[in-house]
């Protein structure tokens, strides 16, 4: 039996694309420039949200990772998988925060559906610590990125529609001023 020839990718201008340490971006070009000597095919990337300009030869597009943007089909299997349970916590946090780190930087919609889902709080009264918040919005930042370049929406739009998906509670206004529905006394009053 024959072994299936590999597709190459192909990528061209004005495509969205993912890379996997810094997000989605917009293929500007693809440019010859001569580089030592040889001519070298380059995709130019521009990463609007970091302000960056990106140029990745197309021979090492694949290795380094550059990939178009994922099925809107794929991206809601990534989305259901991140409203399971979370997984079991028997690793110290130093090394599970690296291990989050690395799936982040995947640009896999699946892993990054594992820390979503590993973080994201499940009620109101669910306290993160602020490195486990930190990591848990730079997953969903870059998981909205691709559904918002799927759907042709905001990001911000995207990031919400996701944690609507997800059934995350809204964050708690700490500095509101709550009245006691039953007798209209504000009960943040101090008691002394």
Known sequence: MAAKPVQKLTFKKDQFV???THGV???L???EQNIAGQKVELIV???EKNRMILRVPVE???VAGLRPLVTAKNMDEAIQSAKKSASAKRVIWSRRAQQYEEKINSGNPMELADVIRDLQRRDSTDIQTFSGRQIYMRALERMAQEFAAIHKIPVDDAEEKIEKILGVPKEIDLDAVGLD???G???SADEE
């Open 18 to 20: 993912v890379y996997p």
């Open 25 to 27: 971006g917009k293929i």
């Open 29 to 31: 070009k693809i440019e």
């Open 45 to 47: 990337i521009e990463f």
């Open 60 to 62: 090492k597009a694949e």
């Open 181 to 183: 529905d039953e007798d």
């Open 185 to 187: 006394i504000d009960s």
